[in-house]
């Protein structure tokens, strides 16, 4: 009897939600659509890659509603197959590795994606962090991108599900409840409070910095918009990147 098919779909989401369409051309000189993260979704969960790699029933996870939902197809691997997969590559996607412009949660989305259906996710998503770093401006970004990983590495407790290599097999334990899979490492309950998503958190917050900068520079009226978006986004980045920028 052949495999039962199941439905892949890649969640994409604007993490800028909106910022860097309406900035990105008088910051970088082109316009960039988003800035991308994404999440595959099959067996009823997304897939994600973020402080490891992480899963949570579709439609659950802390980055909200998609932006868009792209079909990518059906694949006939068996659920378990796939975690065992995942639990494989996981060595690979942890927080130690986690790099936002060379090994991100799209390109874990597209090696999962090649896994599966065996296409990999559209290219413009792929090719965002490159297209910014060639771009006039994209040079000042990396102080404050490394600055930004130094702190989600040094704090970053993830509240979802992870994969784990297990160094050992671990036999049943009859005093716990038996997992749904065996690759699912559930996390352990800690005395210390679980953090939100940390890499939302940290764009969140220069996000609203940037948006509060524009506009108290506008209120002055003596800038143009463009004007005041680049001397706002430069001073944020200063904060947070410790860059020599005089705005």
């Given at each position: 009897m052949a495999?039962?098919?199941?439905?892949?779909?890649?969640?994409?989401?604007?993490?800028?939600?909106?910022?860097?369409?309406?900035?990105?051309?008088?910051?970088?000189?082109?316009?960039?659509?988003?800035?991308w993260h994404t999440g595959i979704v099959a067996y009823g969960n997304e897939y994600f890659f973020g402080g490891g790699i992480q899963h949570l029933p579709a439609g659950t996870t802390p980055y909200g509603a998609p932006l868009r939902s792209v079909e990518m197809g059906e694949t006939h691997v068996p659920k378990d197959v796939f975690e065992i997969y995942l639990d494989e590559i996981s060595p690979r996607y942890t927080a130690e590795s986690y790099n936002l412009i060379t090994h991100n949660c799209n390109n874990f989305s597209n090696e999962v994606s090649q896994f599966l259906v065996g296409k990999g996710i559209p290219d413009y998503i792929l090719q965002l962090p490159s297209e910014v770093m060639n771009s006039p401006m994209g040079g000042l970004l990396m102080p404050m991108i490394q600055n930004l990983e130094a702190t989600l590495r040094a704090g970053a407790v993830p509240n979802a599900p992870q994969f784990k290599p297990q160094s050992q097999p671990v036999g049943p334990n009859p005093s716990e409840k038996a997992s749904e899979s065996p690759v699912v490492v559930q996390?352990?309950?800690?005395?210390?409070?679980?953090?939100?998503?940390?890499?939302?958190?940290?764009?969140?917050?220069?996000?609203?910095?940037?948006?509060?900068?524009?506009?108290?520079?506008?209120?002055?009226?003596?800038?143009?918009?463009?004007?005041?978006?680049?001397?706002?986004?430069?001073r944020v980045m200063q904060k947070y990147g410790h860059l020599n920028v005089s705005a």
């Open positions: 495999e039962e098919a199941h439905k892949v779909t890649l969640n994409v989401y604007d993490l800028s939600r909106g910022l860097a369409r309406q900035l990105s051309a008088s910051l970088l000189g082109k316009v960039i659509e988003g800035v996390p352990s309950a800690s005395k210390e409070k679980v953090k939100e998503d940390p890499l939302g958190d940290a764009r969140t917050k220069i996000q609203e910095e940037i948006t509060r900068e524009f506009a108290s520079l506008m209120a002055q009226g003596t800038l143009r918009a463009s004007e005041a978006a680049t001397i706002a986004t430069k």
